[in-house]
């Protein structure tokens, strides 16, 4: 079974910059990891991702291109999320989630980590 933990996150004014951390354990075949986001009563939505073979690959969400960057850092099961020019609309909770490339964005068989708040005001 894989396992996702996550860690980062917190309060941060308009303009600021917060950074996730995701480490994922055991069995990670050819996946994809990366982090969702749900705010209150919205609909949960694919933020970044990254391809863990090949860390080269990374797709983003429209709302956050240029401003979140994911990246895999040297123990290659962990992916990092830097945020910057944080918006108030990006206060949300924030899952890391691992799965098939073809069905990352969908979420329909990702595995999921705990959350963790992203606050932005």
């Known amino acids: 079974d894989v396992q996702l933990v996550e860690s980062g996150g917190g309060s941060v004014q308009t303009g600021g910059s917060l950074r996730l951390s995701c480490a994922a354990s055991?069995?990670?075949?050819?996946?994809?990891l990366g982090w969702f986001r749900q705010a209150p009563n919205k609909e949960r939505e694919g933020v970044a991702v990254l391809v863990l073979s090949d860390g080269s690959k990374t797709y983003y969400a429209n709302s956050v291109k240029g401003r979140f960057t994911i990246s895999q850092d040297s123990a290659k099961n962990t992916v990092n999320l830097q945020m910057n020019s944080l918006k108030p609309e990006d206060s949300a909770m924030y899952y890391c989630?691992?799965?098939?490339?073809?069905?990352?964005?969908?979420?329909?068989?990702?595995?999921w980590g705990q959350g963790t708040q992203v606050t932005v005001s």
């Open positions: 055991g069995s990670t075949p050819i996946s994809c």
């Open positions: 989630a691992i799965g098939r490339c073809g069905s990352w964005w969908s979420g329909s068989d990702n595995v």
